[in-house]
């Protein structure tokens, strides 16, 4: 199981962000990683609230508009469909054109004796395209709305990404400022060492030249009491 998959599981059971960071530290998991884990959570919890939001809010509005038409088309008494009224009139019309006689058809009411009927028509007409063209509109909403909160989703993680980064460099800034003295104080040491090395050669090769220069002295010597002992021998000879 990913790292991920166990935070969102976590989650899941209600458990709190503190306490899942601390359980994820004690399975020794990096705290990067922990924090992409967090960041990639409240994405997609993000991203199907919105989805739930959209899919559940659209369902009633489009509901509730449906049961608007009822009640005002209930409050006036008048149960109207436009399509089928229309054709109905047409069929009336040809019927009275066809059978009645021509007396009793010019008593019969004409199309245009009806103008509440007509007005009633023309207001009822524009408010189903208006309640098409809002629930157009909401779903335009819903989409927006969605896009804009991956927006700020995604520029909180980034926030939070360039917050650690600034928080490094600070802390390397700081390594640096504190450090750099210490370091010079090093460098002088060094040198000063490097100086004591030189003289301690120098002396050495000087100990050792003297060395020399008393061995040739003694071999003189050597060689002088030889000579000397040799003239002894041959004196007494």
């Given at each position: 199981m990913t790292t991920l998959e166990k935070v969102l599981e976590l989650k899941r059971m209600g458990i709190p962000n503190s306490e899942i960071e601390i359980r994820?530290?004690?399975e020794e998991i990096s705290p990067m990683e922990i924090?992409?884990?967090?960041?990639?959570?409240?994405?997609?919890?993000?991203v199907s609230g919105e989805?739930?939001?959209?899919?559940?809010?659209m369902i009633p509005s489009i509901m509730g508009g449906s049961e608007e038409e009822e009640n005002?088309?209930?409050?006036?008494?008048?149960?109207?469909?436009?399509?089928?009224t229309k054709n109905q009139n047409e069929g009336y019309e040809d019927y009275s054109s066809e059978s009645?006689?021509?007396?009793?058809?010019?008593?019969?009411?004409?199309?245009?004796?009806?103008?509440?009927?007509?007005?009633d028509y023309e207001e009822t007409t524009p408010v189903e395209e208006?309640?098409?063209?809002?629930?157009?509109s909401d779903g335009g909403n819903y989409g927006r709305m969605n896009s804009e909160t991956m927006i700020e989703v995604?520029?909180?993680?980034?926030?939070?990404?360039v917050k650690e980064i600034e928080k490094d460099l600070r802390t390397l800034k700081e390594f640096k400022t504190i450090s750099a003295p210490i370091i010079e104080e090093f460098n002088e040491r060094l040198k000063r060492i490097e100086k004591n090395f030189d003289k301690m050669q120098i002396a050495i090769l000087e100990r050792v030249g003297s060395f020399g220069r008393?061995?040739?002295s003694l071999n003189k010597e050597v060689e002088m009491v030889e000579d000397s002992f040799e003239k002894m021998n041959k004196n007494k000879k």
């Open positions: 994820l530290k004690n924090n992409d884990a967090m960041n990639q959570s409240k994405i997609k919890e993000a989805r739930e939001y959209s899919t559940k809010g005002s088309s209930s409050e006036n008494g008048e149960t109207y469909t436009p399509s089928s009645l006689p021509p007396q009793e058809y010019s008593n019969y009411p004409k199309k245009n004796e009806y103008p509440g009927f007509a007005r208006e309640f098409y063209e809002n629930d157009y995604a520029e909180q993680v980034f926030s939070e990404k008393n061995i040739d």
